[in-house]
């Protein structure tokens, strides 16, 4: 029994981005840098009193026996 070579036929997408993607995907970044420095010097407190909730909620509805987060 001999084997033949398995050939593929694959399809390679052009790598070349327009560049209006570039922009956009280049103002898209900056806002999500803008918005993670506005989160990171946020003082007010809402994480803190918000996650005990967020925490407890994901373990409630936890898809297996492991829990989420250690105690």
Same mark, same amino acid.
């Given at each position: 029994?001999? @084997? !033949?070579?398995?050939?593929?036929?694959? #399809?390679? /997408? +052009?790598?070349?981005? /327009?560049? @209006? #993607?570039?922009?956009?995907? %280049?103002?898209? +970044?900056?806002?999500?840098?803008?918005?993670?420095?506005?989160?990171?010097? #946020? !003082?007010?407190?809402?994480?803190? !009193?918000?996650? /005990?909730?967020?925490?407890?909620?994901? !373990?409630? %509805?936890?898809?297996?026996?492991?829990? @989420?987060? #250690?105690?």
């Amino acid at each position: 029994m001999s @084997r !033949e070579p398995v050939t593929h036929i694959v #399809d390679v /997408p +052009n790598t070349e981005t /327009p560049w @209006r #993607d570039l922009t956009s995907q %280049h103002t898209r +970044n900056e806002a999500v840098i803008c918005l993670l420095e506005e989160w990171m010097t #946020d !003082e007010s407190g809402y994480d803190e !009193e918000v996650w /005990p909730i967020v925490r407890q909620t994901i !373990e409630e %509805h936890r898809s297996s026996y492991r829990r @989420r987060f #250690d105690d």
